[in-house]
């Protein structure tokens, strides 16, 4: 049975990252990655759709067991990739779909080295900053503040194998798609078996 | 300028490798390697189009010179890749393609380290085996004698970065296309470059 894949997306607020992720996952069979969080579920949201809702205490014990591919807390909120169930579905040859930020993004491929790192970029800052204008929710301070994460995200670039510069939405969907395909013809440790099996 | 990337593709005899680079070619902007020779044109050849055709005493001298990404001696005639003009292309950004056997593919992986290696597999050497039959012009040793290249070229497969079966030609064909379109995604030491440019 060949395992599945594992692909990490990253990319700042307002990149348009989600409308990206949705498109893939209607193009090929990922199956995306549901959390665990501390938070309570806010009006609409599912349990084990959004988010798997859990006490802080079951969050610490799994934690304590080394349950997470990674996790992070905001606002004193704890969120976390449940590993075993991530690891399974990658056993059985489904591949997953990770949208995090850069921080859970070297986590994981701390602890999973196979995982393939997608960093999505705006065409420009200052394209970005057009963007997240336009949703017109944000004040100044919040506008700058977030151009000054997106220059720190950007900033660790180099860990990732890929990114896809989203200018173009569908050229950016094409990009996506073709990663997930050639790394599917990608060798890694899967040559032998490959030889074997064509005799 | 972002320099060009130099695909390299191998596969046996009978895998359909051929039709598969041509269709490759007619998608994407790729330049096929001319290769240099010292055997005698063929009736139809064109001098820099099927092969630069030159003396025993100028391919010794483009040798003696390093000036061959690979090269191999056939039947007493040499035939070599020349390394000047492929880099000069890469470096102008354009995109180069070579379809070369197993040895001349390490050469170059040996010699230009950043050199995607992708090879062709057929769905199963009996598959091979009856495609080569099919021509109906080789002997029964000449089969059983290129299911022997097959298997030993097959061997060196770790050696590539990428494998694409080709059963169904279409398929193959858009996995090509794939491996293309996500290499130009892949970062290397590009990175401080791209990040640079977004400000």
């Known amino acids: 049975m060949k395992k599945g894949k594992l692909f990490v997306i990253s990319g700042p607020s307002g990149v348009g990252k ?4 949705k ?8 199956r995306f990655s549901v959390s665990m969080t501390t938070r309570s579920p806010r009006p609409g949201e599912e349990e084990g759709v959004n988010y798997y809702f859990v006490s802080r205490e079951f969050f610490q014990k799994t934690l304590d067991e080394n349950g997470f591919l990674e996790h992070a807390e905001v606002f004193q909120n704890r969120y976390g990739t449940p590993k075993a ?3 399974q579905y990658l056993e059985s040859g489904q591949d997953m779909l990770l949208d995090i930020d850069v921080q859970g993004a070297l986590q994981v491929k701390r602890n999973y080295p196979e995982a393939i790192l997608v ?14 204008a336009e949703r017109g929710t944000e004040t100044k301070e919040m506008l700058e503040h977030r151009l000054n994460c997106a220059r720190h ?12 510069i989203n200018n173009d939405l569908e050229t950016a969907v094409a990009e996506l798609t073709a990663i997930v395909d050639a790394e599917h013809c990608r060798l890694q440790d899967d040559a032998a078996e490959l030889i074997e099996a064509l005799n």
């Open 23 to 30: 498109r893939l996952m209607e193009l090929r069979p990922l």
């Open 119 to 132: 960093f999505i970029l705006p065409p420009s800052l200052s394209a970005l900053s057009a963007r997240l």
């Open 18 to 21: 989600g409308t990206l992720c």
């Open 153 to 164: 995200e950007i900033s660790f670039l180099p860990e990732y194998r890929y990114r896809v």
């Open 85 to 87: 169930e991530v690891l």
